[in-house]
T-cell receptor
Framework: DVKVTQSSRYLVKRTGEKVFLECVQDMDHENMFWYRQDPGLGLRLIYF???????EKGDIPEGYSVSREKKERFSLILESASTNQTSMYLC??????????FGSGTRLTVV | AQSVTQPDIHITVSEGASLELRCNYSYGATPYLFWYVQSPGQGLQLLLK??????LVQGIKGFEAEFKRSQSSFNLRKPSVHWSDAAEYFC????????????FGSGTQLTVLP
């Protein structure tokens, strides 16, 4: 069964900490995405990548960065976590055409 | 720019009743459209997709959706809802142009009464 694995289901971090959210896919997909999900706002795209070492800003990139050193791994980095970054973070991958496979999500709380 | 609107934030139906979740889109070309479902605490799972051809598409778990170009709609339906269908449902549009990404609606939360 194809998989997108997010390393943590729940995380609690302190304001100002550097936070790494890891995502690994086993489908050899070129495209990977990071979304955040907040009640009433749906899913908002933070960053995406179409290839190794390539990244593109999504709709809400401020306060975030990403790293894609290997095809199967796409990391989301919060350089200095703030309370307004408390959210559910979803990683997805795609071979193209919009049929995404999602991970189970990481619920991040910043205190 | 493309957009997806799900007018209903929350819908409640009784088990065994029929269901229709609304989705409207705005896009300048023929859209690729999707419905995803999210169970509590989980990621999103693809229910069905429309690329072209037959405007009535079948998906998993007994769901279907109909693409109506004249109404810019892609409504999701199920003839008889089961308690396990309680979840949040997202409509999405894929831009095949330079953006090449999914745009999601804000979601519809479905509650199923016994």
């Amino acid at each position: 069964d194809v998989k997108v694995t997010q390393s943590s289901r729940y995380l609690v971090k302190r304001t100002g900490e550097k936070v790494f959210l890891e995502c690994v896919q086993d489908m050899d997909h070129e495209n990977m995405f990071w979304y955040r999900q907040d009640p009433g706002l749906g899913l908002r795209l933070i960053y995406f990548s179409y290839d190794v070492k390539m990244k593109e800003k999504g709709d809400i990139p401020e306060g975030y960065s990403v790293s894609r050193e290997k095809k199967e791994r796409f990391s989301l980095i919060l350089e200095s976590a703030s309370t307004n970054q408390t959210s559910m973070y979803l990683c997805a991958s795609s071979g193209g055409g919009g049929g995404y496979t999602f991970g189970s999500g990481t619920r991040l709380t910043v205190v | 720019a493309q957009s997806v609107t799900q007018p209903d934030i929350h819908i409640t139906v009784s088990e065994g009743a029929s269901l229709e979740l609304r989705c409207n889109y705005s896009y300048g070309a023929t859209p690729y459209l999707f419905w995803y479902v999210q169970s509590p605490g989980q990621g999103l799972q693809l229910l069905l997709k429309y690329f072209s051809g037959d405007t009535l598409v079948q998906g998993i778990k007994g769901f279907e959706a109909e693409f109506k170009r004249s109404q810019s709609s892609f409504n999701l339906r199920k003839p008889s809802v089961h308690w396990s269908d309680a979840a949040e449902y997202f409509c999405a549009l894929f831009s095949s142009g330079s953006a090449r990404q999914l745009t999601f609606g804000s979601g519809t939360q479905l509650t199923v009464l016994p």
